[in-house]
């Protein structure tokens, strides 16, 4: 049997049912920890876009 690692923790886990497309988490755990992740990671790019079109330093008023 083909053994799978999880994305989230890397850990090899064995598929549950050979039906179906291949699972990507070892568990429903893991899904959730990335689905919060990749939450977090859109939050960082909000925050980190209007920073990068201003640079700091070139907008000082003296
Ligand atoms: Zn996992």
Known sequence: M???HCVC???PFARTSPRGPAPLYCSRDCRRQM???RRAWSDEDLFARPALAE???SSLPF
Request: hydrophobic letters at 25%.
């Open 35 to 37: 689905d919060v992740r």
């Open 2 to 4: 083909k053994s799978l």
């Open 55 to 57: 640079p700091a330093g």
């Open 9 to 11: 923790c890397g850990r």
